[in-house]
């Protein structure tokens, strides 16, 4: 398995800012997640991050309010953009895990909550 | 067509118990069931998972039963314990995809 950290674990913004999350995996890996888990809600996939390639979005999710990056295997980052309190969630990473049975891993979280 | 629809919404067990949560899908084209445990404040846990050419995998304490005709799943946790307690969701995911979708999740609380 792969561990995995978020940086900030949480943070309160105001309204019209921006955060950038920060995502680090100890191991290489081909494929990262982004989640928002809403408050007592099941998770969302956001988008899909491969490295040296645009990420891609889920249906209901733009670039220009949650742009990524993903510069190399092991780190990207998320940006929440003109913050409303309708942001305010769990943004999670997660990453493809290898071997059998394949599946995907998950950072502690980032809760954002927006005044 | 990609709902994953979980049941139940809430559950109190008596330490000692069977936890039963119930998922159903109707994607024919899902190949791979997870079931992950959340903790608050933390990230979802891959608990254990299932491909459809078995019908029942068990590690440990807990137990997937899959019914692929019935196109439904489920998580039994025997003899539940207080630290069982939290946010338990299903999940199904085609390979050809590496998208997971979750079902609305349960929150197990087991009383001592």
């Known amino acids: 398995s792969a561990v995995i950290s978020q940086k900030p674990s949480r943070d309160i913004c105001q309204r019209g800012t921006s955060l950038t999350i920060q995502c680090q995996v100890d191991?290489?890996?081909?494929?990262m997640f982004w989640y928002r888990q809403q408050p007592g809600q099941s998770l969302t996939l956001i988008a899909t991050?491969?490295?040296?390639?645009?990420?891609?979005?889920e249906s209901g999710f733009v670039i220009d309010k949650f742009p990524i990056s993903r510069p190399n295997l092991t780190f990207s980052t998320l940006t929440v953009s003109n913050l409303s309190p309708e942001d305010s969630s769990i943004y999670l990473c997660?990453?493809?895990?290898?071997?059998?049975?394949?599946?995907?891993?998950f950072g502690p979280g980032t809760r954002l909550t927006v005044l | 067509q990609q709902q994953v629809k979980q049941s139940p919404q809430s559950l109190i067990v008596q330490k000692g118990g069977i936890s039963i949560i119930n998922c159903a899908y109707e994607?024919?084209?899902?190949?791979?069931f997870p079931w992950y445990q959340q903790f608050p404040g933390k990230g979802p846990a891959l608990l254990i998972a299932?491909?459809?050419?078995?019908s029942e995998k068990k590690e440990g304490r807990f137990t997937i039963s899959f019914n692929k005709s019935a196109k439904q799943f489920s998580l039994h946790i025997m003899d539940s314990q207080p630290g069982d307690s939290a946010t338990y969701f299903c999940?199904?995911?085609?390979?050809?995809?590496?998208?997971?979708?979750f079902g609305s999740g349960t929150r197990l609380l087991v009383r001592p």
């Open positions: 997660s990453v493809d895990g290898t071997g059998f049975p394949d599946t995907q891993y």
């Open positions: 991050a491969n490295q040296g390639s645009e990420a891609t979005y």
């Open positions: 191991s290489q890996v081909t494929m």
């Open positions: 999940a199904a995911r085609m390979d050809s995809s590496y998208k997971l979708i």
């Open positions: 299932i491909r459809p050419d078995v």
């Open positions: 994607n024919t084209a899902f190949d791979y």
